[in-house]
């Protein structure tokens, strides 16, 4: 979470914190030490010094912008304390917190997602998804593809598809990116140029398996209304397959 979002949840008091685990104030205490114990007493006006200190105790670890529990143990069992209820409640009252301006787009996607917040999903779920794949994170970003699909209208679910088909390849899922990409590339209502590209993630995923006749296929279904730059790239996909292929 970034600093601002830790200093509110920094506010609660110890007995609070110890409630989310099941354990009293005490005992928490005792299980974190008299350094991190004193910082759930403190409010948000003092953070940089609590945040310091927890880094330096190896309490939290710093992942820029965003800070995190450093045992994943305590993660995991925090998430497992709050539950299913417990982490939507969580995720609404993030979502609404004032310092969430200074959250990242992904992670308020992926927040709207644990608070069922459709309307911000289908707000931010295609930059957030495409931010994560410019920094590698397919998986996150098929994951929040995934969701937006269950709520989304016909343009945006086009979108999403597509978006989806790619990361799928992109994590060498080539079969399911196959069927995406080509759910799209089929669909005769969606743009001409969204079902170009969707033709050629197709052909990729389908080359990968050494389908070279399906790639062939799957780029000879581009609409012949395709702009010029759409069709020179599927040329190239096409000297590529048979560059793979041998001929």
Not at 157 to 168: T, Y
Not at 225 to 231: E, S, V
Request: aromatic residues 0%.
């Amino acid at each position: 979470l970034p600093e601002s979002l830790i200093a509110a949840a920094l506010g609660r008091t110890a007995s609070e914190s110890a409630a989310a685990l099941g354990r009293t104030a005490s005992e928490s205490a005792a299980a974190l030490g008299p350094e991190p114990a004193a910082a759930l007493g403190r409010t948000s006006s003092e953070p940089p010094a609590v945040f310091s200190r927890l880094e330096a105790d190896g309490i939290v670890a710093r992942a820029a912008p965003n800070l995190m529990l450093a045992d994943r143990t305590l993660r995991k069992g925090i998430l497992a304390a709050l539950g299913g209820e417990g982490s939507k409640q969580l995720a609404v009252r993030l979502l609404s917190e004032p310092g969430l301006a200074a959250l990242g787009t992904p992670e308020r996607a992926e927040l709207s997602v644990i608070a069922d917040d459709t309307a911000t999903l289908s707000e931010i779920a295609i930059p957030a998804a495409d931010a994560l794949t410019q920094l590698g994170a397919h998986a996150r970003a098929a994951q929040l593809l995934d969701a937006l699909l269950a709520h989304a209208d016909t343009s945006l679910r086009d979108q999403a598809l597509l978006r989806l088909g790619q990361s799928r390849h992109l994590l060498g899922e080539h079969e399911s990116a196959a069927a995406l990409a080509g759910e799209l590339a089929e669909r005769e209502n969606a743009s001409p140029q969204l079902r170009a590209d969707a033709c050629v993630i197709a052909a990729r995923a389908l080359t990968a398996l050494s389908r070279w006749e399906d790639a062939i296929a799957a780029l000879g279904r581009v609409p012949s209304d395709a702009d010029g730059a759409k069709r020179a790239r599927v040329q190239r996909e096409l000297a590529k397959i048979h560059l793979r292929r041998g001929d």
